[in-house]
């Protein structure tokens, strides 16, 4: 099966907090994927973790089997329900 987006544990910690303990998800190409859970529970350092806004500790993030370069961060819209930006 061919993925257009793959994350292969993604981990983030934040001091001592890990916001992020080995995420692994596939997304197929041509399907619709929902991201939800409750606050807390890791989705906006995700999204940021595969937009490049932040760097993961551990893990990989993958556009059609490969890293993501800047021609498909072009591409890609993530509209966030609160803005909140790290310096």
């Given at each position: 099966?061919?993925?257009?987006?793959e994350?292969?544990?993604?981990?983030?910690?934040?001091?001592?907090f890990r916001?992020?303990?080995?995420?692994?998800?596939?997304?197929?190409?041509?399907?619709i994927?929902?991201?939800?859970?409750?606050?807390?529970?890791g989705?906006?350092?995700?999204?940021?973790?595969?937009?490049?806004?932040?760097?993961p500790?551990?893990?990989t993030?993958?556009?059609?089997?490969?890293?993501?370069?800047?021609?498909?961060y072009n591409?890609?819209g993530?509209?966030?329900?609160?803005?909140?930006?790290?310096?």
């Open positions: 099966m061919e993925y257009v987006l994350t292969n544990a993604l981990s983030k910690q934040y001091g001592g916001a992020l303990d080995g995420v692994t998800m596939h997304v197929p190409k041509g399907s994927y929902g991201f939800v859970g409750k606050n807390g529970a989705k906006t350092t995700t999204f940021r973790l595969i937009l490049d806004f932040l760097k500790d551990q893990g993030v993958l556009w059609n089997g490969q890293p993501i370069s800047a021609k498909e591409l890609i993530y509209l966030p329900e609160e803005r909140g930006l790290y310096p």
